[in-house]
């Protein structure tokens, strides 16, 4: 039997990680604007990966939702503990590593972070926090579903926001100047950003 005063505990016990490390890697609690808001809807805004949801927590959503069908694709008969254990360790894991100067230096190479300073914590916890929500929407629904779910997100995120997690982790891997011309055509500071370098 499910003790979910104990899966509570661990969820609360991964963001009390979060908040401590970046606290001490030197992120800000929240906005360095001093305001908290529900919802950035543009990815160029000043306040994107700052307050409580934008874009990119799509791609966190996405990432929960992806735990359950991968998993039981790979190890059919893997226990709720095991698929609980993996939400947890890869949804603190992202964002700390995403918070490392090597991870923070590779967005940074691409033209549409150029200037990312990484998240707040509020920002970063609430990720966390919407990855767990995927988690959990993922292991209740049958596994197609949830593959319809995530094509849905990623392609509203990709062409609404002109990004998503498919294509971060793309960009990460490889600077692709048509996928980054592309992205670039929906910037209102386009002319101000250093141009794509290729070889």
């Not at 908040?19 to 001490?24: A, G, R």
């Not at 307050?51 to 359950?68: E, F, K, N, P």
């Not at 990312?116 to 966390?128: E, F, Q, T």
């Not at 197609?144 to 062409?159: G, N, P, R, S």
């Amino acid at each position: 039997m499910t003790d979910y005063r104990v899966l509570a505990l661990a969820t609360f016990l991964g963001g009390l990680l979060i908040t401590s490390t970046l606290w001490f890697w030197g992120q800000p609690l929240i906005c360095t604007c001093g305001e908290i808001d529900l919802w950035v809807g543009s990815i160029w805004s000043s306040g994107n990966s700052q307050h409580i949801a934008d874009w990119y927590t799509l791609s966190h959503i996405v990432h929960g939702l992806m735990i359950a069908p991968l998993a039981r694709l790979v190890f059919p008969k893997i226990s709720f503990g095991a698929l609980f254990a993996i939400a947890i360790s890869t949804g603190t894991a992202w964002e700390l590593v995403e918070h490392t100067d090597f991870v923070l230096d590779q967005f940074r190479d691409t033209t549409i972070n150029q200037g990312y300073i990484g998240d707040s914590v509020l920002n970063a916890v609430s990720d966390y926090v919407f990855m767990m929500a995927g988690f959990f929407v993922g292991r209740l629904l049958p596994s197609i579903v949830t593959l319809i779910t995530i094509v849905v997100l990623e392609l509203t995120a990709a062409f609404i926001a002109r990004d998503s997690l498919l294509l971060e982790a793309i960009m990460l891997v490889h600077r692709f100047e048509v996928i980054e011309n592309w992205q670039q055509d929906a910037n209102p500071r386009r002319d101000t950003l250093t141009p794509l370098v290729t070889n």
